[in-house]
């Protein structure tokens, strides 16, 4: 059974900082690209950041220059360093990952990890 597993979240203050990881475990063949989504209560998901295998990137416009995406191929993890912390950033933050197991290709979600940014 393939997890994604996320840690990191919390309570900090605006202009804080926060590092998320997420970890993927079980008979996981492949990873193609990884992200990280949040969502606030009553409001569609939305992508905050995303990697390809090979390192590339993408960032929401609201969060470019203060929010960086990287990975470790090795340990199928993914992290999300998050500088300049506003309130606004206070969302629940979901790991993806478009993998390939024994099932085939599909999308996992992780179970969600709070940020709350205090002003």
């Known amino acids: 059974q393939v997890q994604l597993v996320e840690s990191g979240g919390g309570f900090v203050q605006a202009g804080g900082s926060l590092r998320l990881s997420c970890a993927a475990s079980g008979s996981i063949f492949s990873i193609n690209a990884m992200g990280w989504y949040r969502q606030a209560p009553g409001k569609q998901r939305e992508l905050v950041a995303g990697?390809?295998?090979?390192?590339?990137?993408n960032y929401a416009d609201s969060v470019k220059g203060r929010f960086t995406i990287s990975r470790d191929n090795a340990k199928n993890t993914v992290y999300l360093q998050m500088n300049s912390l506003k309130p606004e950033d206070t969302d629940v933050y979901y790991c993806?990952?478009?993998?390939?197991?024994?099932?085939?290709?599909?999308?996992?979600w992780g179970q969600g990890t709070q940020v709350t940014v205090s002003s």
């Open positions: 990697i390809t295998s090979g390192g590339s990137t």
């Open positions: 993806n990952a478009d993998l390939v197991d024994g099932r085939g290709r599909y999308m996992k």
